[in-house]
């Protein structure tokens, strides 16, 4: 798939499997193989998913799979993050834990202090495979997603 904004096969599967909710993601994408001159081509075409609604020729189709605008995905993750440790998990000196407000680049995503202290951080080849590794990330380490404010420790209790 082209569409650099939309969750490709690859990463859609590894969403799934780290635990995100297909319930949470916007768009269904198609997928198709065919056979070119002994090549196997997939080809994946997504669909938003109140489209698949009014259609049923679509919606019976078994070859579907969930998948996560960026926008969606940027809108799952917290807004900050409230930990005692940082990226290295190094606990610090702070009782009432860091606030880490994430902050999105054109190839990274970090949750970054205000005073340059950094708790989690991610890269990509792009923006979008930035925000999945994140999310993966996250999962991984028990954070729950869609919420504005995350209390870090108390969500890995």
Known sequence: MENLSITNLEQSKLLVMAGLDVSTADFSVLVNMKK?????????TPYPNYTITYN???AE???????????????????????????EDHEQPDPDG???????????????????????????????DAVVNMVLKLLKDGI?????YIDAEEEIL
Not at 36 to 44: A, F, K, L, Y
Not at 99 to 110: E, M, N, P, R, W
Not at 144 to 148: C, Y
Request: net charge negative.
């Open 36 to 44: 070119e001159n002994g090549i196997i081509i997939i080809e994946e």
């Open 56 to 58: 049923q020729d679509i």
């Open 61 to 87: 189709n078994k070859n579907f799979t969930a998948a996560w605008s960026l926008g969606k995905l940027i809108e799952l993750l917290p807004q900050e993050i409230v930990s005692q440790y940082d990226i």
């Open 98 to 128: 860091v606030i880490y407000d994430l902050t999105i680049d054109k190839t990274s995503v970090s949750y970054i202090s205000y005073d340059h202290r950094m708790r989690y951080s991610e890269d990509g080849e792009n923006v979008l």
């Open 144 to 148: 729950e997603l869609g919420i504005d």
